[in-house]
């Protein structure tokens, strides 16, 4: 079974989710294969890195809101055994990570790409906007970062990951973590890992089903 996530790097809940998923995959003995899909929270330019809580206090309406919702994810995320310091994180346009994803994916490190850009971002204040701070990340999942700051560099897969960041809001893709199980059946959120056996469960027995008739 294939699994699309649809996620952004700077996404709490996309890293919770990844996580999730991963237990869920461990109790689950059919064959999949995980395939990141790129989404994007704001594409708007980011003119450089700035403190992610000072960003957020102009979104949610003051600096003790926008807190109380990090206290909020980092508390779940620990549940989980992820770390998450948001004093740390800095603003970034994710675009050079989601084409940096891509590259990854062609060198089958997709998973590893995208484990050391949550790590980066939300432990270490990375500014994941950034090309070089990219290519020293790609170096570190075994990649190497004098190639993949040339891909950077060049306009390569710059029409590609702005091809599917079209199709994931013609999907409909509005909110992530979205799952999407064998090309049609669509799980939104960071759901606890049991739910997301079940879903793969269920979808499994229906895809048996509807290929035996």
Same mark, same amino acid.
């Given at each position: 079974?294939?699994?699309?996530?649809?996620?952004? #790097?700077?996404?709490?809940?996309?890293?919770?989710?990844?996580?999730?998923?991963?237990?869920?995959? +461990?109790?689950?003995?059919?064959?999949?294969?995980?395939?990141?899909?790129?989404?994007?929270?704001?594409?708007?330019?980011?003119?450089?890195?700035?403190?992610? #809580? =000072?960003?957020?206090?102009?979104?949610?309406?003051?600096?003790?809101?926008?807190?109380?919702?990090?206290?909020q994810v980092t508390e779940v995320a620990a549940g989980e055994g992820l770390r998450l310091d948001f004093d740390r994180a800095v603003t970034a346009n994710t675009f050079e990570a989601?084409?940096?994803?891509?590259?990854?994916?062609?060198?089958?490190?997709?998973?590893?790409?995208?484990?050391?850009?949550?790590?980066?971002?939300?432990?270490?204040?990375?500014?994941?906007?950034?090309?070089?701070? @990219?290519?020293?990340? +790609?170096?570190?999942?075994? @990649?190497?970062?004098?190639? #993949?700051?040339?891909?950077?560099?060049?306009? =390569?897969?710059?029409?590609?990951?702005? %091809?599917?960041?079209?199709?994931?809001? =013609?999907?409909?893709?509005?909110? #992530?973590?979205?799952?999407?199980? %064998?090309g049609k059946y669509a799980v939104t959120g960071a759901q606890e890992a049991q739910t997301l056996l079940a879903a793969l469960a269920e979808v499994t027995q229906r895809e048996s089903?509807?290929?035996?008739?």
């Amino acid at each position: 079974m294939e699994i699309e996530i649809y996620a952004d #790097v700077v996404c709490p809940w996309c890293y919770i989710g990844k996580r999730r998923l991963e237990q869920a995959l +461990a109790s689950y003995d059919g064959e999949v294969t995980v395939r990141y899909r790129p989404f994007q929270l704001d594409p708007s330019p980011v003119s450089g890195p700035r403190p992610l #809580v =000072e960003a957020m206090a102009g979104r949610f309406g003051g600096a003790q809101r926008a807190r109380e919702m990090f206290a909020q994810v980092t508390e779940v995320a620990a549940g989980e055994g992820l770390r998450l310091d948001f004093d740390r994180a800095v603003t970034a346009n994710t675009f050079e990570a989601h084409r940096l994803v891509s590259y990854a994916a062609d060198h089958g490190l997709a998973a590893e790409m995208v484990e050391a850009l949550y790590q980066a971002y939300f432990t270490r204040g990375v500014d994941v906007g950034s090309r070089d701070a @990219l290519a020293t990340l +790609a170096g570190g999942v075994g @990649l190497d970062a004098a190639d #993949v700051r040339r891909f950077l560099d060049s306009d =390569e897969r710059t029409a590609d990951v702005s %091809a599917e960041l079209a199709a994931a809001r =013609e999907l409909g893709v509005t909110s #992530v973590p979205t799952f999407v199980l %064998a090309g049609k059946y669509a799980v939104t959120g960071a759901q606890e890992a049991q739910t997301l056996l079940a879903a793969l469960a269920e979808v499994t027995q229906r895809e048996s089903e509807a290929h035996s008739h």
